[in-house]
């Protein structure tokens, strides 16, 4: 047996039984569909052995053919699945779940919790990445005891310079990250952030308690800032953005070392700073900070007409981007 529950439903659920990772939680969902109208939350509880499994998942519009395709989560994120009583479901379990919820649909793409269960053979595509975590669950001692002693010392640095971090509790909070983002973006050589403005007010919105705009500022001015999602056992550094010519100032090092603490203080069990695949110097700073790299992975599945009509679209774009024989200088 497999059924949709509705958004008010899977609040209830959570209030009483939060997912471990923010972007498992009606939150998330809420904001994704305030900022792209072509995405609406979908979770789906199925029967597993008598078992019900809750899996948190978005449905896309599906497109001019009406396509049924549904992700967990949108832009990487990740989901998982939860029991009735709020345990995570086994790997097993999982993965009965979405071999159900795979077979009622055309298309879907899944992103498990690296730090819980996985499911692991239901995909016809997988895609391997690296999240970096530190342990908080012993404490914001024992955590900070694993950054190495540069990182240490440029965190001290900056405390020394009149760095200072705290969360902004605020709509300015919002304006002012969102401009630092833009900022970085054309740095980054990015014709726009990565996000839009409206995701971030979604989630000030929708998040509460579990979404922080931090900022590390010097003599009042802010000049480095994150936004922090939180689930029951992760603090999730979902976007950082730093203002360049402050960079000697250290304030990353500073925020960082903040919220390791901030996330011990809360009884969390990871402190997860995300993917920084192609980003060696992102990963060294990662390193620098104590995190250890855990192997996730995208688990992508279609159905055969999808399949089919997936590679009917890349053949056809492959023939038009070909050069004719004029072209190639090869006469007519």
């Given at each position: 047996m497999m059924e949709s529950i509705s958004l008010a439903e899977w609040g209830e659920f959570d209030a009483k039984y939060a997912a471990p990772t923010f972007f498992a939680r009606p939150a998330w969902a809420s904001a994704l569909a305030y900022a792209y109208p072509h995405l609406r939350p979908h979770p789906v509880r199925v029967d597993v052995g008598g078992t019900r499994v809750l899996v948190p998942l978005m449905q896309t519009s599906g497109g001019r053919l009406a396509w049924r395709e549904l992700v967990g989560m949108p832009l990487g994120t990740y989901t998982c699945a939860l029991r009735d009583d709020g345990t995570p479901a086994s790997a097993r379990e999982f993965e009965a779940a979405v071999a159900a919820i795979a077979r009622t649909c055309d298309g879907l793409t899944l992103v498990p919790w690296p730090l819980g269960p996985v499911p692991a053979g239901f995909s016809t595509r997988r895609t391997t990445h690296e999240t970096a975590v530190i342990d908080v669950s012993h404490g914001a001692e024992e955590a900070l005891s694993g950054v190495a002693g540069v990182s240490r010392r440029m965190a001290g640095q900056a405390a020394r310079r009149g760095v200072n971090c705290a969360p902004l509790r605020?709509?300015?909070g919002i304006t002012t990250y969102y401009?630092?983002?833009r900022e970085a973006a054309e740095r980054w050589?990015?014709?726009?952030p990565p996000f839009p403005q409206e995701l971030l007010e979604g989630l000030v919105a929708y998040g509460g308690t579990d979404v922080e705009i931090w900022?590390?500022?010097?003599d009042n001015h802010p000049i480095a800032g994150g936004v922090i999602v939180y689930g029951s056992q992760e603090l999730f550094f979902w976007s950082a953005a730093m203002r360049q010519t402050f960079a000697h100032l250290r304030p990353s090092n500073a925020l960082n070392v903040t919220l390791i603490e901030a996330a011990a203080e809360r009884k969390l069990h990871w402190y997860n700073?995300?993917?920084?695949?192609?980003l060696p110097g992102v990963e060294r700073f990662k390193r620098g900070l104590g995190a250890k790299n855990v192997p996730y992975a995208q688990l992508h599945y279609q159905s055969l007409r999808l399949n089919a009509y997936t590679r009917l679209r890349s053949s056809l774009r492959l023939n038009r981007a070909q050069p004719t024989p004029s072209q190639r200088g090869g006469g007519p």
């Amino acid at each position: 047996m497999m059924e949709s529950i509705s958004l008010a439903e899977w609040g209830e659920f959570d209030a009483k039984y939060a997912a471990p990772t923010f972007f498992a939680r009606p939150a998330w969902a809420s904001a994704l569909a305030y900022a792209y109208p072509h995405l609406r939350p979908h979770p789906v509880r199925v029967d597993v052995g008598g078992t019900r499994v809750l899996v948190p998942l978005m449905q896309t519009s599906g497109g001019r053919l009406a396509w049924r395709e549904l992700v967990g989560m949108p832009l990487g994120t990740y989901t998982c699945a939860l029991r009735d009583d709020g345990t995570p479901a086994s790997a097993r379990e999982f993965e009965a779940a979405v071999a159900a919820i795979a077979r009622t649909c055309d298309g879907l793409t899944l992103v498990p919790w690296p730090l819980g269960p996985v499911p692991a053979g239901f995909s016809t595509r997988r895609t391997t990445h690296e999240t970096a975590v530190i342990d908080v669950s012993h404490g914001a001692e024992e955590a900070l005891s694993g950054v190495a002693g540069v990182s240490r010392r440029m965190a001290g640095q900056a405390a020394r310079r009149g760095v200072n971090c705290a969360p902004l509790r605020s709509a300015l909070g919002i304006t002012t990250y969102y401009g630092m983002l833009r900022e970085a973006a054309e740095r980054w050589g990015l014709m726009k952030p990565p996000f839009p403005q409206e995701l971030l007010e979604g989630l000030v919105a929708y998040g509460g308690t579990d979404v922080e705009i931090w900022f590390a500022q010097c003599d009042n001015h802010p000049i480095a800032g994150g936004v922090i999602v939180y689930g029951s056992q992760e603090l999730f550094f979902w976007s950082a953005a730093m203002r360049q010519t402050f960079a000697h100032l250290r304030p990353s090092n500073a925020l960082n070392v903040t919220l390791i603490e901030a996330a011990a203080e809360r009884k969390l069990h990871w402190y997860n700073l995300g993917a920084s695949e192609g980003l060696p110097g992102v990963e060294r700073f990662k390193r620098g900070l104590g995190a250890k790299n855990v192997p996730y992975a995208q688990l992508h599945y279609q159905s055969l007409r999808l399949n089919a009509y997936t590679r009917l679209r890349s053949s056809l774009r492959l023939n038009r981007a070909q050069p004719t024989p004029s072209q190639r200088g090869g006469g007519p």
